[in-house]
């Protein structure tokens, strides 16, 4: 068959550009929230091995989902989720902030290390790149987790655009 311009096929009408969603699209943002959440459950054991460790993972995810960053954007983020474990904790019987923030901090390092492209990823894109067209990702959420998460599976290296946006 052959290509007709008139048919739409011509250069004037080629790709130019891909662009791809970040989170469960290139990676598998849950799996790394589960290796979060595992990590969590194993520090809990070691400093309070009386708490029903699924039950403050539950209350967490519920609170985390409901608002996982201050709408008012006067309290940062990280802190922000530290309260929500806080919360977990406090539902309980144990108030300690620090402790929450050291949560959070377990959670952050296990999710960024675990938050790697999904199999076949890396391949994907530079076969599109090979093809001289243009990749972006379009991501939304609160920028500075956001950007941790592209910097995490090194996004700049692969990727010509990225756009992120929301949260703020």
């Not at 989170?23 to 459950?41: E, Y």
């Not at 972006?136 to 609160?142: E, S």
Request: proline content about 3%; hydrophobic content about 40%.
């Amino acid at each position: 068959m052959e290509l007709n311009e008139d048919e739409g096929t011509g250069p004037e009408t080629c790709i130019k550009a891909v662009f791809f969603d970040l989170d469960d699209t290139l990676v598998l943002t849950h799996a790394a929230d589960r290796a979060a959440h595992m990590a969590v459950t194993e520090f809990l054991s070691k400093h309070h091995s009386f708490l029903d460790r699924q039950v403050i993972i539950d209350t967490f995810v519920k609170g985390f989902i409901t608002q996982p960053w201050d709408p008012n954007n006067q309290i940062d983020v990280t802190e922000w989720r530290a309260q929500i474990w806080c919360r977990a904790l406090e539902a309980q019987g144990v108030n300690d902030i620090q402790f929450a923030r050291e949560m959070q901090h377990c959670f952050d390092t296990t999710r960024m290390t675990s938050f790697q492209w999904s199999p076949g990823v890396e391949a994907m894109v530079r076969k599109i790149l090979l093809n001289r067209i243009k990749v972006g990702i379009i991501t939304n959420g609160h920028p500075n987790v956001q950007r941790a998460k592209l910097l995490a599976c090194r996004a700049d290296d692969l990727f010509n655009t990225i756009l992120v946006g929301g949260g703020r």
